[in-house]
T-cell receptor, first 111, second 114 residues
Framework: SQWGEENLQALSIQEGEDVTMNCSYKTYTTVVHWYRQDSGRGPALIILIRSNEREKRSGRLRATLDTSSQSSSLSITAAQCEDTAVYFCATDEGSFNKLTFGAGTRLAVCP | EAAVTQSPRSKVAVTGGKVTLSCHQTNNHDYMYWYRQDTGHGLRLIHYSYVADSTEKGDIPDGYKASRPSQENFSLILELASLSQTAVYFC?????????????FGKGTRLTVV
């Protein structure tokens, strides 16, 4: 597998808290995509970080990429109930936009 | 807005039967993909296509065929459905202009093989 973890992780936090999700990958990539999947829906891109970027921000989202350790993280600041979803990281092979997904993190915000 | 439409949204199939999942995109994208998602896991690439009338194998093509009759349409075919093919299937498209390109996904088809 391209990714270090094989099973879906689960996190449960309270509204207003910050949260960070981590991914590690095994082979070279030039970009890491972060997707969000809501229940019953397909994944939707929320942030994309390239290998020449160490950090990328979009609203309350912050992605990091460390090519030396082959790892990426997604942080959400002041989480809200609507942030409840499954979050996936994915590497892009570079040709044909073929994505290799990690197992994902199921984030629950609010009871 | 980019749109990828899958049909049916859910299907129950009999073991050994033939199943066809259909996908239609209005994004004018050259690249289309079929992914499979098993409960608690990420998506895995089955087949993809970068031009009409041509398909390529992805990471897990065994037991699946694909057809791309036009730029807009991409089908996934299970000639002999098996229990292990119970999963959610996602179609996607992209313009394939590089690794910074967003891939747009449909809502998925839940296939149950009994």
């Amino acid at each position: 597998s391209q990714w270090g973890e094989e099973n879906l992780q689960a996190l449960s936090i309270q509204e207003g808290e910050d949260v960070t999700m981590n991914c590690s990958y095994k082979t070279y990539t030039t970009v890491v995509h972060w997707y969000r999947q809501d229940s019953g829906r397909g994944p939707a891109l929320i942030i994309l970080i390239r290998s020449n970027e160490r950090e990328k921000r979009s609203g309350r989202l912050r992605a990091t990429l460390d090519t030396s350790s082959q790892s990426s993280s997604l942080s959400i600041t002041a989480a809200q109930c609507e942030d409840t979803a499954v979050y996936f990281c994915a590497t892009d092979e570079g040709s044909f936009n073929k994505l290799t997904f990690g197992a994902g993190t199921r984030l629950a915000v609010c009871p | 807005e980019a749109a990828v439409t899958q049909s049916p949204r859910s299907k129950v199939a009999v073991t050994g039967g033939k199943v066809t999942l259909s996908c239609h995109q209005t994004n004018n994208h050259d690249y289309m993909y079929w992914y499979r998602q098993d409960t608690g896991h990420g998506l895995r690439l089955i087949h993809y296509s970068y031009v009409a009338d041509s398909t390529e194998k992805g990471d897990i093509p065994d037991g699946y065929k694909a057809s791309r009759p036009s730029q807009e349409n991409f089908s996934l075919i299970l000639e002999l459905a098996s229990l292990s093919q119970t999963a959610v299937y996602f179609c996607a498209s992209s313009d394939g202009t590089g690794s910074n390109t967003e891939v747009f996904f449909g809502k998925g088809t839940r296939l149950t093989v009994v």
